[in-house]
């Protein structure tokens, strides 16, 4: 129950964090556009075109700095790597307070800055380290220690906090708790834990519940709770569909699809370029304020250049732009530009229809889709989300206008609904994600009976978008070389053998081994898991490959610990205390333990030795060299396990695999 | 996607079913009473009143005639039963055509004669048969085989088929297709499979659909497709919550969890009298004929001495009963008795504040109470929901009405509110489900907002009734002796070890065994899965307790499989085809194989010998006889096991673990 802990805490923070940002948007924009809602005359635009371009690359290289000198896990919308640390593998930093910050500020900077970007992904992740945090209940960068919780300090507990962190994460951005558990478990959970899930789903309420709570203060009727999520896009409340439409909601999923793979692949390239060369801390700053500069150009000269004047008051444009239209118009383009992108996409699913035109949308698409394209994988804090909403919505909005004309007087033909269909069928597209997409747009837009449609739209451009690539996380992920194991194991993979998958030979202990051997093994090894043999047997097998029985298996640094305090079987008698070195010692030194040449041994202890089986995990999992492929990797997947040691029809070690063993099936 | 294929069969024959339903309920209520809608002059009540309670146990002692004769197993909800099949547990007969006509057909009659029960369990039983029927394109009952679908013939795969059904069932019944996915994953799934879920969703989305459909052509809308349910409990539009309501949710979630425990404690007691004293199957039918005609009489008299007359045409009461009322006032518990339960659960939920007076809800909910209670484990096919829903909402909608009088003018007191409220908590207080229960009851009301507010009622329902006994699905689990594993291994079970846990010694079969010894051995033993060790060694080292070195696991149908199509190594030049006894041999027999005394062999037969090594599971899991038992336990509960062997160090088979071992812990 520590999670709901967690959540509450964990919303407000990011209450707080929208709010600052709402506080800092507002003022950029206002500050830099004087003529905001001003209709006395016609602005000076040619100064005007040059000024905020100038500016606004300032937050942006702030932070890119702050996320590519500070905290370069921060970057980006932090779901890849929450999806690697929900699947198992250590990704180091991810929930640490340090990221958190830059994180959080990162995110805000960059909305300032008028990225492309939106910053749902970055609240997600600020969740799942904010719940971390708490299930830890300390600190290692304040060095401030609670002394609770020991008992989840573990990197399987851990593990769950993470996952509650990210679905209330979730549940705050979009106001869909369900959709938030089910994201948490499309993305990370592996084994369907009745009580985990409950916990995650009551935090991810609780989150949804605190929101309410806090925007009902904010918007002066304290206590009304029926405010949803951060990110509202408008309830659709009249909305239906009939039979006929269904093939239209195919069409644009295969066009979103089409979309998505093309997005996937333009990022692709430019990732591995980056990747390549722009490796160096200042140039990511320079690529970054670039952009930002960039940004702002292509906007300044969009609305310079555009005529598209719509009448004011007909539409709920919060700040309208009027630049050169006549009074009582607004620049349909600078409205889009201008307001946030959250409330572009909702323009686009609300707006009265004849708001836009075919021409403004098309240019503004195709513009929006590029830069959005440049923006993911810079070096700052940016969520995904929404810029593909916003082009999805922009170019549904073009179909629905398309379906106006050519279905002229069908009352199913609203442009909102296909603005709708649109982004979900972009952001399908593009992520891939299907089941919780579905019930986060269901939540998002208040409306049950349209989820068939929705889920129609997402898993065809989930199939038309798999034909050609990945999903763009995955495509991150597998950039970064995380050994990140799939759903299912590899196809044909029956026939491949645990004896050709594992490494070998195996670095292992034997049950009493010499404190001189473990620190030189530790010292040239890389390795986290060693079996632990029985020693009996000479230690010079290795010729016919097989290293004596197996009995457990013992970790890196569960063996520092055991050298930090000494616990060897010469000094047992002096500090018999040695029994007192419980699971609370380990506990103590999770996560972070030394390194190994941290740990000063004395040349006369290298002669001791330490008896490793009270200590070690006697009941590894340890499979026949004769399993198969598929079987290991259930294993793996079920159990979340790190390493499954290979033995022989004796029982004696063999091999071993780890998850980059797996990973390099695909 | 074969599973799209089932659902959406599924769901039309569901349609079907409750259409069918309907045409009959309606019929059978307006030719028992042909007062209805009649206000010309007074009935003749007192004939009227013995009639029927005559009659209508007729359709009841059919339906139980049916149920007890021909498919004990469809008795009750089938939740629990399908909840066990998904466990990994082989219930017989759970997904029988013969089952599933005695479900759909005994659920028909046991509404017509007006007993207390619900269609909704019996509805994702029968999406659960047709499921695993499709999915085996064959059908041993009809002695078909459509020879397709060969890949699906395993336990693993039936079972994911019929995780579809199931939610595709409740997605039918309550317009709820995410939580029908949710309940899937509750009561069955153990390993949460990306594919597996996707393909449920589809399958219950698929399900809402085609009931939309069909429901749309049905009011003449065809297309128009916004209909949810076929248990409709009417949208709650304009529900809000505040702050200062959440401990009067506490308090009522309070109030679910003691009656529910109530509830659960009687039908607890009931149901071990049934076992002991009620096994007869003609004692059975007379029970449940009884309940019908008691139920009917309590109907009756409390209608005949209510002077509680309501003005009619302020409330959606579809076929009023005017009884000894004034002209154009109707009786307000003639309303409440001779509605279907569902619209009964709607007229509380929504009709005007002053529609029911304390009196009549407060003697409707007792008897209603303990003729639901009487009901719920009769030998009928008979659903828990609607009848705790109603009961339910009945105690809420006093609440209601005693928080009016209370909170006199408070714009949030709303007497429906809190019968929603009332019956979500006797729910939750009686089956102690969570997430989905959320789900659904949110899907069903169509508000999202209102969703922390049922949860929260639906876990204080849940821990209050905790405190007192177990879900009443699991009761009747339980005295069904079923090995259901719980979700988490015991407590404090942490020092209990395989060798412990483990039966021994172990029936085991040699790699090369004789004939004669395997028959002999499948006559006396009842076990289901046999070790197979290394023959090489002496076969009676039972003294020392190890039966050989671990090769693999057979089980008892693929030994008899074996042995009808004679795989004998002595046989094996004559009728080489040996290597083509490949797979599908093996599905064809699935899932029924005949006793081992049907196999016939002849005594020179029983000389010959089997080579076990290319038919047994090479790569089953087998635990150190030092593994704890919440590790056995998460091997069985994540990877669906049903045996895993104990072995030594040496590898040597020392032990047997199966669900029944486990189950003894508790
Ligand atoms: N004790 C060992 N002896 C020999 N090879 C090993 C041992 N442990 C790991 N390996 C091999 O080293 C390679 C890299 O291992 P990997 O980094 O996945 O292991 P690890 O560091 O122990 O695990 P993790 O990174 O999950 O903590 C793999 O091919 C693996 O099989
Ligand atoms: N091969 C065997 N040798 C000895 N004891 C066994 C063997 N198989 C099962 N048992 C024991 O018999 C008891 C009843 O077993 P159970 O009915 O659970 O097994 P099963 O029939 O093989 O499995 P299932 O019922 O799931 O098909 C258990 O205590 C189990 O340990
Ligand atoms: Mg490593
Ligand atoms: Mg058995």
Same mark, same amino acid.
């Given at each position: 129950m520590g999670s709901i802990l967690s959540a509450a805490e964990d919303e407000e923070q990011?209450?707080?964090?929208?709010?600052?940002?709402?506080?800092?948007?507002?003022? *950029?924009?206002?500050?830099?556009?004087?003529?905001?809602?001003?209709?006395?005359?016609?602005?000076?635009?040619?100064?005007?075109?040059?000024?905020?371009?100038?500016?606004?690359?300032?937050?942006?290289?702030?932070?890119a700095t702050l996320v590519a000198y500070l905290a370069?896990?921060?970057?980006?919308?932090?779901?890849?790597?929450?999806?690697?640390?929900?699947?198992?593998?250590?990704?180091?930093?991810?929930?640490?307070?340090?990221?958190?910050?830059?994180?959080?500020?990162?995110?805000?900077?960059?909305?300032?800055?008028?990225?492309?970007?939106?910053? &749902?992904?970055?609240?997600?992740?600020?969740?799942?380290?904010?719940?971390?945090?708490?299930?830890?209940?300390?600190?290692?960068?304040?060095?401030?220690?609670?002394?609770?919780?020991?008992?989840?300090?573990?990197?399987?507990?851990?593990?769950?906090?993470?996952?509650?962190?990210?679905?209330?994460?979730?549940?705050?951005?979009?106001?869909?708790?369900?959709?938030?558990?089910? !994201?948490?478990? &499309?993305?990370?959970?592996?084994?369907?834990?009745?009580? $985990?899930?409950?916990?995650?789903?009551?935090?991810?309420?609780?989150?949804?519940f605190t929101l309410n709570l806090v925007l009902s203060a904010y918007h002066n009727h304290p206590g009304q709770l029926s405010y949803s999520g951060l990110i509202?896009?408008?309830?659709?409340?009249?909305i239906s569909y009939s039979f006929v439409e269904l093939p239209?909601?195919?069409?644009?999923?295969?066009?979103?699809?089409?979309?998505?793979?093309?997005?996937?692949?333009?990022?692709?390239?430019?990732?591995?370029?980056?990747?390549?060369?722009?490796?160096?801390?200042?140039?990511?700053?320079?690529?970054?304020?670039?952009? *930002?500069?960039?940004?702002?150009?292509?906007? !300044?000269?969009?609305?310079?250049?555009?005529?598209?004047?719509?009448?004011?008051?007909?539409?709920?444009?919060?700040?309208?732009?009027?630049?050169?239209?006549?009074?009582?118009?607004?620049?349909?383009?600078? *409205?889009?530009? !201008?307001?946030?992108? &959250?409330?572009?996409?909702?323009?686009?699913?609300?707006?009265?229809?004849?708001?836009?035109?075919?021409?403004?949308?098309?240019?503004?698409?195709?513009?929006? !889709?590029?830069? *959005?394209?440049?923006?993911?994988?810079?070096?700052?804090?940016?969520?995904?989300?929404?810029?593909?909403? $916003?082009?999805?919505a922009a170019w549904g909005r073009i179909m629905g206008i398309c379906a106006e004309w050519l279905f002229n007087g069908q009352d199913w033909v609203c442009p909102g609904k296909f603005a709708l269909i649109g982004a979900a069928s972009m952001l399908g597209g593009v992520v891939r994600m299907t089941i919780s997409l579905t019930v986060i747009l269901i939540e998002a837009t208040g409306n049950i009976t349209f989820g068939l449609p929705l889920m129609i739209v997402l898993m065809v451009a989930k199939w038309v978008g798999d034909y050609f690539n990945e999903g763009l996380y995955d495509i991150h992920v597998q950039l970064s070389s995380v050994p990140l194991l799939a759903w299912e194991p590899p196809p044909l993979s029956n026939n491949i053998y645990a004896s050709e998958v594992m490494s070998h030979p195996v670095t292992?202990?034997?049950?009493?081994?010499?404190?001189?051997?473990?620190?030189?093994t530790l010292t040239s090894e890389p390795h986290n898991g060693f079996p632990v043999v029985d020693s009996d047997e000479p230690a010079s097998l290795s010729t016919n490959r097989t290293f004596g029985r197996f009995r457990g298996l013992i970790l890196r640094w569960q063996l520092i610990v055991l050298l930090q305090h000494k616990v060897f079987n010469e000094t047992a008698e002096r500090q018999w205390a040695n029994k007192k070195l419980t699971l609370n010692d380990f506990r103590d030194a999770y996560p972070r333990y030394p390194p190994i040449q941290r740990v000063h041994i004395s040349p006369q202890e290298k002669e001791f030795s330490i008896d490793l089986r009270p200590f070690m995990n006697p009941s590894t999992y340890a499979v026949s060299h004769t399993?198969?492929?598929?079987?290991?990797?259930?294993?793996?997947?079920?159990?979340?396990?790190?390493?499954?040691?290979?033995?022989?029809?004796q029982?004696?070690?063999?091999?071993?695999?780890?998850?980059?063993?797996l990973a390099r099936y695909r």
């Open positions: 990011e209450v707080l964090i929208r709010k600052e940002l709402d506080s800092y948007v507002q003022p *950029a924009i206002s500050s830099s556009f004087p003529c905001d809602n001003v209709s006395e005359e016609e602005n000076n635009l040619d100064s005007l075109f040059l000024a905020p371009s100038c500016f606004v690359f300032v937050p942006v290289a702030i932070g370069p896990v921060a970057a980006g919308s932090g779901i890849p790597v929450i999806k690697c640390y929900l699947n198992g593998v250590k990704v180091p930093e991810v929930v640490r307070v340090k990221t958190f910050i830059v994180k959080a500020v990162g995110v805000v900077l960059s909305v300032v800055g008028g990225l492309a970007v939106g910053k &749902e992904g970055p609240m997600i992740h600020c969740g799942a380290v904010i719940a971390a945090g708490i299930s830890q209940g300390k600190s290692t960068t304040f060095r401030k220690d609670l002394k609770i919780f020991y008992r989840f300090r573990e990197d399987h507990e851990k593990r769950d906090f993470v996952s509650a962190g990210a679905a209330a994460g979730v549940a705050a951005a979009f106001g869909a708790p369900v959709g938030g558990v089910l !994201f948490s478990l &499309e993305e990370g959970a592996s084994f369907w834990n009745q009580t $985990l899930t409950w916990s995650i789903f009551f935090c991810s309420m609780i989150s949804a509202n896009f408008g309830k659709f409340d009249n239209v909601y195919v069409l644009m999923g295969t066009i979103g699809g089409l979309f998505g793979a093309l997005f996937n692949y333009l990022n692709h390239k430019l990732t591995v370029f980056r990747l390549r060369y722009l490796y160096l801390k200042w140039l990511q700053v320079t690529e970054a304020s670039l952009v *930002a500069m960039m940004t702002a150009t292509v906007g !300044f000269t969009m609305i310079y250049f555009s005529w598209d004047c719509q009448v004011l008051g007909s539409d709920p444009v919060e700040y309208a732009l009027q630049f050169h239209c006549e009074d009582g118009k607004y620049s349909a383009l600078g *409205a889009i530009w !201008f307001q946030t992108p &959250e409330a572009s996409v909702k323009s686009l699913f609300h707006d009265p229809p004849g708001s836009w035109t075919l021409t403004s949308l098309g240019i503004f698409f195709l513009f929006y !889709f590029l830069l *959005a394209c440049w923006t993911y994988g810079l070096s700052v804090s940016s969520g995904l989300f929404i810029p593909t909403l $916003l082009a999805g292992t202990f034997c049950t009493v081994e010499k404190v001189g051997r473990i620190v030189e399993a198969s492929l598929p079987r290991i990797f259930r294993l793996f997947r079920a159990l979340g396990l790190r390493h499954i040691v290979v033995v022989n029809d029982h004696e070690v063999i091999g071993i695999v780890t998850r980059k063993d």
